[in-house]
């Protein structure tokens, strides 16, 4: 069964900053995309950001400039740094890994971490 364990979430007051961590294995990061959704309280699901195994990334329109996100396939983990962090980012933030091919897609997610910024 594949497991991503995210860590680094917490309480962090407006403007401040938190590093979001992922881990897997290396089956997953050696052909998966990476990347954070996050889910605040009433709200759907959404993307916030995503890096492909050749370094390509995406971001959302409402944290690009603020969040950065990496992957280090050796460590097979994935970051998420998040600055000038804003009340309107808390949020459960989730990992997810996705890979599609001939035979199909696949995606998998981790348990989340809050994050909680206070104003």
């Known amino acids: 069964q594949v497991q991503l364990v995210e860590s680094g979430g917490g309480l962090v007051q407006s403007g401040g900053s938190l590093r979001l961590s992922c881990t897997g294995s290396r089956r997953i990061f050696s052909i998966y995309t990476m990347g954070w959704y996050r889910q605040a309280p009433g709200k759907e699901r959404e993307l916030v950001a995503s890096?492909?195994?050749?370094?390509?990334?995406n971001y959302a329109y409402s944290v690009t400039g603020r969040f950065t996100i990496a992957r280090d396939n050796a460590k097979n983990t994935v970051y998420l740094q998040m600055n000038s962090l804003k009340p309107e980012d808390t949020a459960v933030y989730y990992c997810y890994s996705y890979y599609s091919d001939s035979k199909g897609e696949y995606d998998y997610w981790g348990q989340g971490t809050q994050v909680t910024v206070s104003s």
């Open positions: 890096i492909t195994l050749s370094g390509t990334t």
